[in-house]
């Protein structure tokens, strides 16, 4: 099971951090990745993090403003938002799957992270007024 939490309402520039909070698999074996839904567009994929090395993945829209991290003994990875921007306004959903296989390839590194995410969390909503 995942929980995400942390959305909330903030002005342009301000920050949020989002946890989720996992349950029910072996953490250090899965990838755990964050989505974000804006009220009529398609689920766009934010970031991931490979719980097994650590590494991280950002979609170009985020890189250099959101950042993931995990703290293992909580089972709990974090996506801290700064200087936030109104279009970053959407439901925030979490997700999991097991991490990749060897060899296997995808477009980009954030695909890969994001493949077969096979557990989704409730989303929480971020709000960024301008």
């Known amino acids: 099971q995942l929980q995400a939490s942390g959305g909330g309402l903030v002005q342009t520039g301000g920050s949020l951090r989002l946890s989720c909070a996992a349950s029910?698999?072996?953490?250090?074996?899965?990838?755990i990745g964050w989505f974000r839904q804006a009220p009529g567009k398609a689920r766009v994929d934010v970031s991931c993090i490979n719980l097994s090395d650590s590494k991280t993945y950002y979609d170009d829209s985020v890189k250099g403003r959101f950042t993931m991290s995990s703290d293992n003994a909580k089972n709990t990875v974090y996506l801290q938002m700064n200087s936030l921007k109104p279009e970053d306004t959407a439901v925030y959903f979490c997700?999991?799957?097991?991490?990749?296989?060897?060899?296997?390839?995808?477009?980009?590194?954030?695909?890969?992270?994001?493949?077969?995410?096979?557990?989704w969390g409730k989303g929480t909503q971020v709000t960024v007024s301008s």
């Open positions: 029910g698999f072996t953490f250090d074996a899965y990838t």
């Open positions: 997700a999991a799957g097991p991490a990749p296989p060897p060899g296997r390839k995808a477009r980009t590194n954030l695909d890969l992270c994001l493949f077969g995410m096979n557990y």
